[in-house]
Antibody
Framework: QVTLKESGPGILQPSQTLSLTCTFS??????????VGWIRQPSGKGLEWLAN???????YYNPSLKNRLTISKDTSNNQAFLKITNVDTADTATYYC??????????WGQGVMVTVSS | DIRMTQSPASLSASLGETVNIECLAS??????LAWYQQKPGKSPQLLIY???SLQNGVPSRFSGSGSGTQYSLKINSLQSEDVATYFC?????????FGAGTKLELK
């Protein structure tokens, strides 16, 4: 059974760094073709893809967030991570991690709400 | 970036009705398209991948079709549990992009 669960700080202040953790089970990020992606959704709005990391440590980022994103993984502990630097109120959203099978997101976590506020 | 234009933005339909949702890509995405269903307060769930392949466990009343730049999601015999927002997503090119969503309500 594949499950993913996101965790994060809940609330943080502008200019801080947001650190998110995705803890998963039911698959391994060392398996050929597997990946984990991060997607966010401001309240009442659409979905925005942020980043992917693959079994071979290949990484892809959404250029709209320029150089603020860093994705990483800890294969032995079944975790993936996302850092977003220099946050502002526009980064307030629910953040999801999802398993990537081949290219599509086939399992999603429940999401974690992040609020950026001074 | 590939722009995904989804229509309609909202839709009201009756139980048992057939519903169609369209997704237009700004360039050919070679069927690299997924459809997701998101119920209120829940995370998105995969319905369709590769434009027309039904994800395991998804009811057969859902189907996807299309090619090139034009794709559609069809829901036959609408059920109350289908009330949700539906998103298309292309994975042909980075950055992955989503349509803005179609909110489906019961009439």
């Amino acid at each position: 059974q594949v499950t993913l669960k996101e965790s994060g700080p809940g609330i943080l202040q502008p200019s801080q760094t947001l650190s998110l953790t995705c803890t998963f089970s039911g698959f391994s990020l060392s398996t050929y073709g597997m990946g984990v992606g991060w997607i966010r959704q401001p309240s009442g709005k659409g979905l925005e893809w942020l980043a992917n990391i693959w079994w071979d440590d290949d990484k892809y980022y959404n250029p709209s967030l320029k150089n603020r994103l860093t994705i990483s993984k800890d294969t032995s502990n079944n975790q993936a991570f996302l850092k977003i630097t220099n946050v502002d109120t526009a980064d307030t959203a629910t953040y999801y991690c999802a398993r990537i099978r081949l290219q599509w997101f086939d399992y999603w976590g429940q999401g974690v709400m992040v609020t950026v506020s001074s | 970036d590939i722009r995904m234009t989804q229509s309609p933005a909202s839709l009201s339909a009756s139980l048992g009705e057939t519903v169609n949702i369209e997704c237009l890509a700004s360039e050919d995405i070679y069927s690299d398209l997924a459809w997701y269903q998101q119920k209120p307060g829940k995370s998105p769930q995969l319905l369709i991948y590769n434009a027309n392949s039904l994800q395991n466990g998804v009811p057969s009343r859902f189907s996807g079709s299309g090619s090139g730049t034009q794709y559609s999601l069809k829901i036959n015999s609408l059920q109350s549990e289908d009330v949700a927002t539906y998103f298309c997503q292309q994975y042909n090119n980075y950055p992955y992009t989503f349509g803005a969503g179609t909110k489906l309500e019961l009439k």
